[in-house]
């Protein structure tokens, strides 16, 4: 009998998140963000400091707010960061000697990603404008602002909507520099573009940008570097429209540029790579295209959502670059040396979710997470395997609580391959006795179940299932050939390998029902979860969310539908809708037996929630068991960064549903 309690839906209220460590140029100590949930079951992110000598940590920031970005200015006497405080996001400059912080932009509809000048006058920092309502840098945010009357929305883009950020309303990003003492503004950027900050060149005189610039920006799916002059305000074009680059990091001579990015020769299916570009010559090459392994963190989570990756980091000498990369089923870090040759810094099993080097990149403070820790931070030193513990935010919460501990598997598909995954069992584990299993799918498909914390895998194992997750191709972490292998085929070889992992857990597992199976999964995990209970019977309860029901009418609803309709089924609209509805499980919902439960956002503007009401009025116009929740207030997000409240809804009707069906 566990000595602990079972986890239940209400712990996501007592879990905190830790992320974008920071060090400080003295290499002494350390800033982190720290993220809980409070009594009215908000989202409040502090600052927090902390000295390497010393276990605990001193808070800095407090209040009913959401700090972050923090960044400490190269002489380490002033942290600026971002914070709502004020109510919108603004940056916000304190003394790391202590002190009140200080409101420094006021832009009308807020400030973020500020950079430090390498001198420390300056900061870089973006900021959005309405081009139609002749918006201007120097706008200033309006205290109290009356609500105003409805107006209509008039369209005249391709691209006018994104999930999270709503209506685009002729809204772009624009990149300004605030001085630190004067506050005064220097507008950097116009026009009908949106441009994303990156980095100073040592000596002060550029910044390394990515926009995309090309005439017909919402057909051309590119993300270009840019040489951006300081003085000037000049633009260089580093890169050719071809392919998606950024996180733009500078050499310390300042004579090149690392990048992370891809030339999409699979789409958005293509693994990223480290490029090096030539400040003088303009030449890019690609220093890692004979590892077939994914670039930057592809591991996913409901505990964390959208963590900043800090880009490739240049060691001292410019003769080595540290990164992040995903491989079967963990997100390590890397170094790669002036003759290309790639050697492990941290690989344990786990999710590596951040990272920060000292100068004289001796050490790291690294962002871990695994199995049994939602996550903390952790000291390693280059050239040494083990790691040093420097936070154990969570040491109450999972000293009270059982974890179901994951054990991995390997299944063969009818075709040979490889089906990678993990298995839990439940609590209060018996042998000899029978339990319920779920089979849960992730989304994207271009994403990876890993080694890291999953507050829903371990709830269902809480309630006494056994918790079936695998990486079927199309997943990130096996190679190219494996995220590439679903594109077109969906509810192909990606089916398949999900029933082969069950077939494999059946045959091998003696403690699973087969008569008690369940599936679930969110987004691409939606489409995969209605492709399966149209496709086979032996399930006999399925929750579908934020889910793809009808690729015919995703292709001109979704944020995205209109070319990754193209890119993943393989077909558009206009040209073979046929084949879209092909691959679409609304066309085949009349085979679905399986009681099935639909999630969905009403928000979710990357798979809109039309795809769920045409889902539930095909089943419920044949009076089949099935039942419909719509959250409001809730975006594609809703179970990684949703209301609280909320997403602990989502987790109690996905239980109850379980509970009762099976």
């Not at 999953?454 to 096996?478: C, D, I, W």
């Amino acid at each position: 009998m566990p000595n602990k309690r079972p986890i239940t839906s209400e712990d996501l209220l007592k879990i905190a998140n830790v992320g974008e460590p920071q060090l400080a140029p003295c290499n002494s100590k350390f800033v982190f963000v720290k993220t809980t949930i409070d009594e009215d079951q908000e989202y409040r992110s502090h600052l927090y400091f902390q000295r390497f000598d010393d276990s605990s940590s001193v808070q800095w920031t407090f209040g009913k707010v959401r700090d972050h970005s923090p960044r400490l200015s190269p002489d380490g006497k002033k942290l600026a960061f971002v914070s709502n405080r004020s109510g919108k996001s603004q940056i916000w400059v304190m003394s790391t000697e202590g002190g009140e912080p200080q409101q420094l932009t006021e832009n009308k509809n807020g400030a973020s990603h500020p950079v430090w000048s390498p001198c420390g006058s300056q900061l870089l920092y973006k900021t959005s404008l309405k081009i139609d309502k002749d918006e201007s840098i120097f706008d200033k945010e309006e205290k109290n602002e009356e609500k105003k009357k409805s107006e209509p929305l008039v369209i005249n883009r391709l691209k006018y909507k994104s999930d999270g950020a709503g209506f685009h309303n002729e809204t772009y990003q624009q990149l300004a520099l605030i001085d630190v003492n004067t506050k005064e503004i220097t507008e950097l950027t116009s026009g009908r573009y949106t441009y994303e900050p990156s980095s100073w060149s040592p000596n002060g005189k550029y910044i390394a940008l990515s926009a995309n610039m090309t005439e017909d920006a919402d057909f051309q799916i590119v993300s270009d570097l840019y040489l951006l002059n300081v003085k000037t305000k000049e633009l260089t074009l580093l890169t050719d429209h071809n392919g998606v680059y950024f996180n733009p990091s500078w050499s310390p001579d300042g004579n090149y540029i690392a990048c992370f990015g891809n030339e999409r020769e699979f789409l958005g299916a293509t693994i990223n790579q480290i490029y090096i570009i030539d400040i003088t010559t303009k030449q890019k090459k690609c220093i890692t295209e004979t590892w077939d392994v994914h670039i930057t963190d592809a591991a996913i989570s409901d505990m964390r959502s959208g963590h900043p990756n800090p880009g490739p980091v240049w060691s001292k000498d410019g003769k080595t670059l540290y990164f992040s990369a995903s491989e079967n089923g963990n997100t390590s870090l890397y170094a790669i040396d002036e003759h290309n040759e790639i050697t492990s810094i941290f690989a344990e099993e786990g999710h590596v979710f951040g990272y920060a080097f000292d100068e004289e990149r001796e050490f790291a403070i690294i962002g871990l997470s695994d199995a049994s820790n939602p996550g903390d931070l952790y000291k390693i030193v280059v050239g040494e395997k083990k790691k040093i513990r420097l936070t154990n935010v969570n040491e109450d919460f999972l000293s009270a609580v059982h974890l179901s501990i994951p054990e991995p598997l390997t299944a063969k598909a009818s075709d040979g391959w490889e089906v990678h995954g993990w298995i839990m069992k439940p609590y209060n584990f018996e042998e000899g006795k029978k339990y319920p299993m779920v089979l849960e799918i992730h989304g994207g498909p271009h994403a990876m179940y890993a080694n890291s914390f999953f507050h829903e895998l371990q709830l269902l194992a809480a309630q006494g299932y056994v918790v079936l997750y695998t990486n079927p191709r199309g997943s990130h972490g096996y190679g190219q050939k494996f995220v590439n292998a679903c594109r077109g085929d969906y509810g192909g070889k990606d089916y398949e390998d999900l029933m082969s992992a069950v077939d494999y857990a059946l045959e091998n597992l003696d403690y699973i029902d087969e008569n008690r199976l369940g599936v679930t999964g969110g987004s691409y995990g939606g489409f995969m979860t209605n492709w399966i209970v149209s496709h086979t019977h032996r399930f006999k309860a399925a929750v579908t969310q934020r889910s793809i029901s009808n690729w015919t009418s995703f292709y001109g609803v979704s944020d995205i539908g209109y070319f990754f309709t193209k890119w993943e089924i393989g077909a558009c609209f206009q040209d073979d809708p046929e084949k879209l509805w092909y691959h679409s499980p609304l066309r085949y919902v009349k085979n679905v037996e399986t009681p099935l439960l639909i999630l969905h956002g009403e928000n979710d503007y990357r798979c809109p929630i039309e795809q769920a009401e045409q889902l539930y009025i095909a089943l419920k116009h044949q009076k089949k068991d099935t039942m419909f929740v719509r959250f409001p207030e809730s975006n594609h997000e809703l179970s990684r960064s949703g209301p609280p409240h909320l997403r602990i809804e989502r987790l109690n009707h996905i239980v109850n549903w379980f509970n009762e069906k099976l």
